[in-house]
């Protein structure tokens, strides 16, 4: 991987480690990837499924003899460890009653691997499988794709069906396998991907005919050369993801357009990525999108914490993205990309890269309540918090104290009352932070900001 321009980084150490691991990594792989047939084979649906276990769950297929296929089980990159390397997805065979096992009558089928519903890992893993469908069309146009479903509830539908229609499988063709069933013949193609390590021409191919397919279909939308890839309409994000508004807010200044994908077919979705020449976004599910764009456009990825995710520097990697990060971000836990808090922040790296690209930045309104917010989040957490954890948040601290930016009287108050809770922790007295911080909030509340 080319080397990642660390001017708007706030260049800590852990941060550093994981950017000198993504730069070592050649990503691409030209290997020549394996399609194998096996006979009367069982297939185990996905079992146990937990985003904190490893694997995530067992599962895959079993050989006539009842052996476990290893070409059957999943494998990726951590996405927020990544000195800790390759991790199982769906691995592993487990107990079951022989009587429970449904026949399949059709002769053959292609074995997908597993399905979850969440639109980066459906983008970067659950796809890797279905090359052989765009390599030779007319020999799978009717055979059954076998999906192991994570979730009981996890169904194929919406965007992600509308995907498997553009490589060129139609939904009665979708087998969601959520018992052991034997079939005749299945066929088990290698992954042409493993998420945030290694991908292949393959894996490539398959990912430009669902643009050249999409790109057939007219669409009535308007696209333009700047956009912000926005989640202002996400309920998920609203008590996870604080102070994003301002971030968007800079960049609609400066001549990007605003977008929220979930509001567009995935064809219009890949219209509008194709016709943009900047991209904007915050580090999230978001740009992994991008795997849509053109190669070689410039994309602004905002970073929300000291974690980098890994899964991201592939889909710069595999599109030749020109790629700009930017630490705009205060930080007190060190959290996974889904979980949270996280508290964006128009600091020093974002001022630094308006003023190299001659880009408007308005003076920003004091962000008290947004700072209240992020430390009610915090709050609520360290009553659990391990003494590794509380370490972290410790250590966290003493980096970021100088980037708490307060800017009204009223808040340098709040200022006050706040260093005093956190010296209080860095002096291990775990007990004292909850009663005093709310004590101390109620008295900030009454300033009325």
């Given at each position: 991987m080319k080397k990642i321009n660390r001017k708007y980084l706030f260049g800590d150490e852990f941060s550093e480690k994981m950017l000198k691991t993504a730069?070592?990594?050649?990503?691409?792989?030209?290997?020549?990837?394996?399609?194998?047939?096996?006979?009367?084979?069982?297939?185990?649906?996905?079992?146990?499924?937990?985003?904190?276990?490893?694997?995530?769950?067992?599962?895959g297929v079993l050989d006539c003899s009842g052996g476990y296929i290893e070409e059957s089980a999943s494998f990726a990159m951590n996405s927020n460890k990544?000195?800790?390397?390759?991790?199982?997805?769906?691995?592993?065979?487990?107990?079951?009653?022989?009587?429970?096992?449904?026949?399949?009558?059709?002769?053959?089928?292609?074995?997908?691997?597993?399905?979850?519903?969440?639109?980066?890992?459906?983008?970067?893993?659950?796809?890797?499988?279905?090359?052989?469908?765009?390599?030779?069309?007319?020999?799978?146009?009717?055979?059954?794709?076998?999906?192991?479903?994570?979730m009981d509830s996890d169904e194929i539908d919406g965007t992600y069906l509308e995907l498997l229609n553009l490589i060129g499988i139609r939904k009665e063709q979708i087998l969601l396998l959520r018992k052991p069933t034997r079939f005749k013949k299945i066929i088990i193609p290698e992954s042409s991907i493993y998420a945030g390590y290694v991908y292949t021409k393959e894996y490539k191919s398959l990912i430009n005919r669902i643009i050249s397919k999409a790109m057939e279909k007219p669409v009535k939308i308007k696209t333009h050369k700047k956009i912000y890839l926005s989640r202002k309409n996400w309920d998920s994000t609203q008590d996870r993801d604080i102070g994003e508004d301002k971030i968007e807010n800079f960049f609609n200044q400066n001549g990007f357009k605003s977008v929220s994908l979930e509001q567009y077919s995935l064809v219009e979705q890949i219209h509008l990525l194709q016709g943009a020449d900047h991209v904007a976004s915050a580090i999230c599910t978001l740009p992994h999108n991008l795997i849509f764009a053109r190669d070689g456009i410039n994309a602004i990825f905002i970073n929300k914490m000291c974690k980098y995710n890994i899964l991201q520097f592939l889909v710069d990697d595999m599109k030749n993205l020109d790629v700009i990060y930017?630490?705009?971000?205060?930080?007190?836990?060190?959290?996974?990309?889904?979980?949270?808090?996280?508290?964006?922040?128009?600091?020093?790296?974002?001022?630094?890269?308006?003023k190299d690209n001659g880009m408007k930045l308005s003076k920003q309104e004091a962000r008290g309540k947004d700072i209240i917010k992020y430390l009610d989040l915090c709050f609520e957490?360290?009553?659990?918090?391990?003494?590794?954890?509380?370490?972290?948040f410790r250590n966290l601290y003493k980096i970021m104290r100088t980037r708490f930016h307060f800017y009204s009287k009223r808040e340098l108050m709040f200022k006050k009352y706040f260093h005093k809770i956190m010296w209080k922790l860095s002096l291990g007295k775990k007990n004292f932070h909850l009663e005093k911080y709310m004590k101390y909030k109620m008295k900030l509340?009454?300033?009325?900001f």
């Open positions: 730069e070592s990594m050649n990503f691409f792989s030209n290997k020549k990837l394996s399609i194998k047939t096996f006979d009367n084979a069982v297939v185990l649906p996905a079992k146990s499924f937990s985003y904190a276990s490893v694997p995530w769950a067992k599962g990544v000195n800790e390397g390759v991790q199982t997805r769906l691995y592993g065979a487990y107990p079951y009653e022989h009587e429970e096992i449904e026949t399949y009558n059709d002769n053959m089928v292609l074995y997908a691997g597993f399905y979850i519903q969440q639109w980066g890992h459906f983008l970067l893993e659950c796809i890797s499988r279905l090359y052989p469908i765009v390599q030779n069309p007319e020999k799978y146009k009717d055979m059954k794709i076998v999906f192991l479903p994570m930017i630490d705009a971000y205060s930080t007190l836990l060190l959290c996974n990309s889904g979980v949270g808090p996280f508290l964006f922040d128009v600091n020093e790296n974002l001022i630094n890269y308006a957490k360290i009553e659990d918090f391990t003494d590794e954890e509380l370490f972290v509340k009454k300033l009325s």
